[in-house]
């Protein structure tokens, strides 16, 4: 039997026209668990580790994640006074629609399911790379590797295919694990440092054009451009909240539990994510030579420093830890999935729309996603997947956001009960900047692949909208008029 505040949650939901079809069980912790489990700071943040190493050194790590940091939870607190006035699912495609347009939201959630699938095939090829080099295992070639990982994802289908309750139990426990694995980490490397150089922390280093035999980033001389490189570290990290409004119909109190997920999400893995980082590199043992390590630095400083017993302990946690946090990404990519599919906006919605008798999963939503990723392995690497899932995440957080600072006191007028006041139109601001700034820097080579994608996929989604789309696609129920 449903707990009495899912009457509420679908008398609100009914109000923006429509019924409660997805199984309303989450918890307000377990709808934070879930963006906790997408940013996962022991996924991109160790993965990720020496994109940050290898441009500007430390003062990357000690000064550039938490100015990162700050910028997402701007967008995060903007995103979170949207989503607490409009708790669907599919959030942030349903807020363009109703914010800025049919226009808005259409591109709002291509972008956004672009990246949604991008970041999951990102997480779980990072889980793959990290786990056979964090275990000696021999590389078996990339046809290996591509079934791997595919195999990995369709697990995670599986466990999702069988509804939220199971789901949510392993996002939950995935949540604990995060942060218990992170502090566990954090103070057994500060322990086991026999000299912690707190001064790289501001220190300068411009170690790019290495590693030697496969630079991370080409050779560069502007120290402000090198600083911004090494941005992507926390950026790449900080990604996947919009999860906790992906499940807004499956999450009771979702008015106030959603907007209290995303903003927690962020917060709590910015400042245990900061703290895991600056221990990694204040236990490098010679930094010249961990950025010579390349990727394998995080797994070969902890070899280094840690008894064996306690090193291998911790890293069968994190790849554990990383498995599901590919779990929670499939989660969200899915219902995104299925809420656009809802409102008729994919082809074969009427497939994707389906909900799993008994579950209450979207299941063709769950698989398609899940497909749809694992086909991305076979066509770039790691980083530029990364990059584009960032830049195409980012750019779907910051459209309905930007259209919420046009609207607001004009077409809309009543906030849900989590609110920014005046301060949201400022941050909105900042965010839409801070947005522009993170695409310039996320498709600079290495990761030069990337423009190209972004250019051509706006290009198409600007032919096809205003080809055919502009006369198709309706919206959601009622149109794209605030009736709150």
Same mark, same amino acid.
């Not at 509804?163 to 942060?179: E, Q």
């Not at 218990?180 to 954090?186: D, Q, R, Y």
């Not at 690497?381 to 910051?398: C, D, Q, R």
């Given at each position: 039997?449903?707990?009495?505040?899912? *009457?509420?949650? #679908?008398?609100?939901?009914?109000?923006?026209?429509?019924?409660?079809?997805?199984?309303?069980?989450?918890?307000?912790? *377990?709808?934070?668990?879930?963006?906790?489990?997408?940013?996962?700071?022991?996924?991109?943040?160790?993965?990720?580790?020496?994109? /940050?190493?290898?441009?500007?050194?430390?003062?990357?790590? !000690?000064?550039?994640?938490?100015?990162?940091?700050?910028?997402?939870?701007?967008?995060?607190?903007?995103?979170?006074?949207? !989503? *607490?006035?409009?708790?669907?699912?599919?959030? =942030?495609?349903?807020?363009?629609?109703?914010?800025?347009?049919?226009?808005?939201?259409?591109?709002?959630?291509?972008?956004?399911?672009?990246?949604?699938?991008?970041?999951?095939?990102?997480?779980?090829?990072?889980?793959?790379?990290?786990?056979?080099?964090?275990?000696?295992?021999?590389?078996?070639?990339?046809?290996?590797?591509?079934?791997?990982?595919?195999?990995?994802?369709?697990?995670?289908?599986?466990?999702?295919?069988?509804?939220?309750?199971?789901?949510?139990?392993?996002?939950?426990?995935?949540?604990?694990?995060?942060? /218990?694995?992170?502090?566990?980490?954090?103070?057994?490397?500060?322990?086991?440092?026999?000299?912690?150089?707190?001064?790289?922390?501001?220190?300068?280093?411009?170690?790019?054009?290495?590693?030697?035999?496969?630079?991370?980033?080409?050779?560069?001389? +502007?120290?402000?451009?090198?600083?911004?490189?090494?941005?992507?570290?926390?950026?790449?990290?900080?990604?996947?909240?919009?999860?906790? @409004?992906?499940?807004?119909? #499956?999450?009771?109190?979702?008015?106030?539990?959603?907007?209290?997920?995303?903003?927690?999400?962020?917060?709590?893995?910015?400042?245990?994510?900061?703290?895991?980082?600056?221990?990694?590199?204040?236990?490098?043992?010679?930094? +010249?030579?961990?950025?010579?390590?390349?990727?394998?630095?995080?797994?070969?400083?902890?070899?280094?420093?840690?008894?064996?017993? =306690?090193?291998?302990?911790?890293?069968?946690?994190?790849?554990?830890?990383?498995?599901?946090?590919? =779990?929670?990404?499939?989660?969200? @990519? +899915?219902?995104?999935?299925?809420?656009?599919?809802?409102?008729?906006?994919?082809?074969?919605?009427?497939?994707?729309?389906?909900?799993?008798?008994?579950?209450? +999963?979207?299941?063709?939503?769950?698989?398609?996603?899940?497909? =749809?990723?694992?086909?991305?392995?076979?066509?770039?690497?790691?980083?530029?997947? @990364?990059?584009?899932?960032?830049?195409?995440?980012?750019?779907?957080?910051?459209?309905?956001?930007?259209?919420?600072?046009? @609207?607001?006191?004009?077409?809309?007028?009543?906030?849900?009960?989590?609110?920014?006041?005046?301060?949201?139109?400022?941050?909105?601001?900042?965010?839409?900047? !801070?947005?522009?700034?993170?695409?310039?820097?996320?498709?600079?080579?290495?990761?030069?692949?990337?423009?190209?994608?972004?250019? /051509?996929?706006?290009?198409?989604?600007?032919?096809?909208?205003?080809?055919? #789309?502009?006369?198709?696609?309706?919206?959601?129920?009622?149109?794209?008029?605030?009736?709150?």
């Amino acid at each position: 039997m449903n707990p009495p505040e899912s *009457s509420t949650d #679908e008398s609100l939901l009914a109000r923006l026209g429509y019924r409660q079809e997805l199984a309303r069980r989450m918890s307000g912790f *377990s709808n934070f668990a879930i963006s906790l489990s997408i940013i996962c700071i022991l996924a991109g943040g160790i993965t990720s580790f020496h994109v /940050g190493l290898d441009s500007a050194g430390g003062i990357s790590i !000690g000064l550039g994640w938490p100015l990162t940091c700050l910028f997402s939870l701007c967008v995060a607190a903007t995103m979170a006074q949207v !989503g *607490s006035a409009f708790p669907t699912a599919g959030g =942030l495609y349903h807020w363009g629609c109703l914010l800025g347009g049919r226009g808005c939201g259409w591109t709002t959630a291509w972008f956004n399911l672009a990246g949604l699938i991008t970041v999951l095939a990102a997480i779980n090829a990072g889980t793959h790379d990290f786990a056979v080099a964090a275990f000696g295992l021999k590389s078996s070639g990339p046809a290996v590797r591509l079934g791997l990982v595919v195999a990995m994802t369709l697990s995670q289908a599986v466990l999702n295919h069988r509804g939220i309750r199971l789901t949510t139990r392993l996002t939950d426990l995935s949540g604990w694990l995060i942060l /218990g694995i992170a502090a566990a980490l954090t103070v057994s490397l500060l322990v086991a440092t026999p000299n912690l150089d707190w001064s790289r922390l501001w220190t300068f280093h411009n170690f790019t054009g290495l590693p030697e035999a496969g630079a991370t980033f080409p050779k560069q001389t +502007s120290p402000l451009w090198i600083f911004a490189l090494g941005l992507l570290l926390p950026a790449y990290t900080l990604t996947g909240f919009d999860a906790s @409004a992906h499940t807004a119909e #499956e999450t009771l109190d979702a008015s106030r539990n959603v907007p209290r997920g995303i903003v927690r999400a962020v917060a709590v893995s910015g400042l245990v994510g900061w703290a895991l980082v600056v221990a990694i590199l204040l236990a490098i043992p010679d930094l +010249s030579a961990g950025v010579a390590q390349g990727a394998d630095v995080v797994h070969r400083t902890m070899r280094a420093v840690l008894p064996g017993p =306690l090193a291998t302990l911790l890293l069968i946690g994190i790849v554990l830890v990383q498995y599901l946090c590919g =779990l929670a990404a499939l989660t969200s @990519a +899915s219902r995104m999935l299925y809420a656009f599919a809802r409102d008729g906006g994919l082809p074969g919605s009427t497939w994707l729309k389906r909900v799993q008798p008994g579950t209450g +999963s979207p299941s063709v939503a769950v698989w398609t996603a899940a497909i =749809l990723s694992g086909a991305l392995i076979l066509l770039l690497p790691y980083e530029t997947i @990364a990059a584009i899932g960032t830049v195409f995440l980012y750019v779907s957080y910051v459209l309905p956001v930007a259209a919420g600072a046009l @609207a607001i006191g004009r077409s809309w007028h009543q906030m849900g009960p989590w609110h920014l006041g005046a301060a949201f139109r400022p941050l909105a601001v900042v965010s839409a900047l !801070g947005c522009v700034f993170l695409v310039v820097i996320g498709v600079q080579p290495p990761n030069q692949q990337a423009l190209p994608i972004l250019i /051509g996929t706006t290009v198409v989604m600007v032919v096809v909208w205003f080809g055919f #789309e502009r006369r198709r696609f309706q919206g959601p129920p009622g149109g794209v008029e605030l009736k709150r």
